[in-house]
């Protein structure tokens, strides 16, 4: 899984899952490419996708928004309604592996055509609000991040819900729900709701 997902998520409520199975064992890699490695050194794999595949059991564990949040000086600045002209001037901060959140976020503000002065890559979300805290541009993030944010120097940048192109799935191969450890996690997983 997703270290993100881990430590938000999954880790405070394993302790439930250990009083009901307690002689159950996981183990947990955090490792990249997880869906090209199930069925291979993984038995299943917690994902953050559109849309996990077809050659997977899948099944969808959230429905996640998209968030602008900026420092508080340059939230001041841009105004609480948005406004083209002054987004255009902006860099906008974006992570690798959730591109198309500033299209949807775009599309939900009526800004399709908004072509921002830059956008800058990272590979981690903490970066990315600590690039936007500094007051480097606008940081366009999955709510797993937003949810981090508790930073003095961030605000959100206007008071609208996108709803994110991606979400966190579980996936395993179909036949692999037979192995007994992968299904007592896979269902436990869905009934947490996590």
Wanted: aromatic content about 8%; proline content about 7%; overall charge negative.
């Amino acid at each position: 899984m997703l270290p993100l997902f881990g430590s938000q998520r999954l880790f405070p409520r394993l302790p439930e899952l250990r009083k009901l199975h307690p002689r159950l064992h996981i183990d947990i890699d955090t490792g990249p490419h997880l869906d090209e490695r199930v069925g291979d050194t993984l038995d299943g794999a917690i994902v953050l996708a559109k849309d996990p595949g077809a050659d997977f059991h899948a099944v969808q564990l959230d429905h996640n928004r998209v968030y602008a949040i900026t420092s508080t000086a340059l939230a001041a600045e841009i105004g609480a309604a948005p406004d083209q002209a002054r987004l255009e001037k902006q860099t906008f901060l974006i992570h690798n592996e959730l591109p198309e959140s500033f299209d949807a976020w775009k599309v939900a503000l009526g800004l399709e055509r908004l072509t921002p002065a830059a956008i800058d890559h990272f590979d981690s979300g903490a970066l990315i609000l600590e690039a936007a805290a500094q007051g480097l541009g606008i940081a366009i993030m999955h709510s797993d991040h937003f949810t981090r944010a508790h930073d003095e120097r961030l605000a959100p940048l206007f008071d609208i819900e996108v709803p994110s192109p991606y979400s966190y799935w579980f996936i395993c191969r179909e036949r692999d729900l037979d192995n007994r450890p992968l299904r007592i996690f896979h269902d436990w997983l869905v009934k947490a709701g996590l």
